[in-house]
């Protein structure tokens, strides 16, 4: 059973930090390419951030840079997204999604997706 299973949402204040875990299991994990994307309420998903599991390429998006960092750890199967200086507009359903041997993240191209979870950054 191919599986993606989110953790560490929750609610903090603005400038805070959280960190998401994507925990995979079912395939192998360093042959494909994982992306974190987000769903506020009443907009469409967002793309948030991509990394390669087998060389560590990593893709943000502009309105996270600097801010978000994704990150793999092979040997457990499971990619991070660090979160700093959040703000109220990363309020969002965080999603992680895979795509096999890809080297983009399109939200109609990954091949798996978890279930979420919601990060809420208040004022």
């Known amino acids: 059973e191919v599986q993606l299973v989110e953790s560490g949402g929750g609610l903090v204040q603005a400038g805070g930090s959280l960190r998401l875990s994507c925990a995979a299991s079912?395939?192998?994990?360093?042959?494909?390419?994982i992306g974190w994307f987000r769903q506020a309420p009443g907009k469409e998903h967002e793309g948030v951030s991509c990394?390669?599991?087998?060389?560590?390429?990593?893709y943000y998006a502009d309105s996270v840079k600097g801010r978000f960092t994704t990150s793999s750890d092979n040997a457990k199967n499971t990619v991070y997204l660090q979160m700093n200086s959040l703000k109220p507009e990363d309020t969002a359903v965080y999603y992680c999604?895979?795509?096999?041997?890809?080297?983009?993240?399109?939200?109609?191209?990954?091949?798996?997706w978890g279930k979420g979870t919601l990060v809420t950054v208040s004022s």
């Open positions: 990394i390669s599991s087998s060389d560590g390429s990593t």
């Open positions: 999604a895979a795509r096999h041997r890809g080297y983009q993240c399109l939200y109609f191209g990954m091949d798996y």
């Open positions: 079912g395939f192998t994990f360093d042959d494909y390419t």
